[in-house]
């Protein structure tokens, strides 16, 4: 059996979760309500303050949902009660990002700003600079998934480059450095 999927997922205090026709689960926190359909073959039962997954089979296919539809929820349940946070680093002389309600507006050294608008679920902001560091953004949100694909989006913007780092990167990333030119090389 699997080993995730086999784990039932606790629903801490203020966590509501029931299963709507069409193998629906919806879970409800103090940070909002999130739905994610589940395969039809997998059975999802809410007992007390437990979810728990069960599959018809052991067929790779069965397996393998069990385990996904398992951790999907339970990333659900972390993120109406926690949230989830991602911090990303402007590394750069000019670098700076404007925080204006859900629009962003970074200045990355390209001849223009680049706006981008969030959406409502994600919400952000700009830690204040201090002389000698980089500016920091703070994205946060329920939805793991869709605050993981905003930070990708706004990473791609300007991806660090190898061999000064400059960049946007997520705060804690090693980036991999390369040797610049050599100057006595002929």
């Known amino acids: 059996m699997s080993r995730i999927g086999k784990l039932p997922v606790s629903l801490p205090a203020g966590v509501t979760a029931e299963v709507a026709a069409g193998n629906v689960v919806k879970v409800k926190g103090p940070l909002g309500t ?44 972390v993120g109406v009660s926690e949230g989830y946070t991602i911090k990303q680093e ?48 703070i994205l946060k949100s329920a939805d793991k998934q869709l605050v993981g694909q905003v930070a990708a989006k706004i990473r791609s913007f300007r991806k660090p480059e190898p061999y000064k780092g400059k960049g946007i990167k997520f705060v804690g990333e090693q980036l991999r450095r390369k040797a610049g030119k050599s100057a006595g090389a002929k």
């Open 34 to 77: 999130l739905s994610q359909k589940v395969d039809p073959d997998i059975t999802v039962s809410v007992e007390g303050n437990e979810i728990k997954f069960t599959r018809p089979t052991d067929l790779p296919r069965h397996r393998s949902l069990h385990g996904l539809y398992r951790a999907l929820v339970n990333n659900m349940v």
């Open 90 to 137: 402007l590394v750069g002389v000019g670098y700076r990002v404007d925080v204006q309600g859900q629009m962003l507006l970074f200045s990355l050294g390209f001849s223009h700003d680049i706006q981008l608008m969030l959406p409502a679920e994600v919400k952000a902001e700009a830690e204040a600079v201090k002389k000698g560091q980089n500016p920091v953004l």
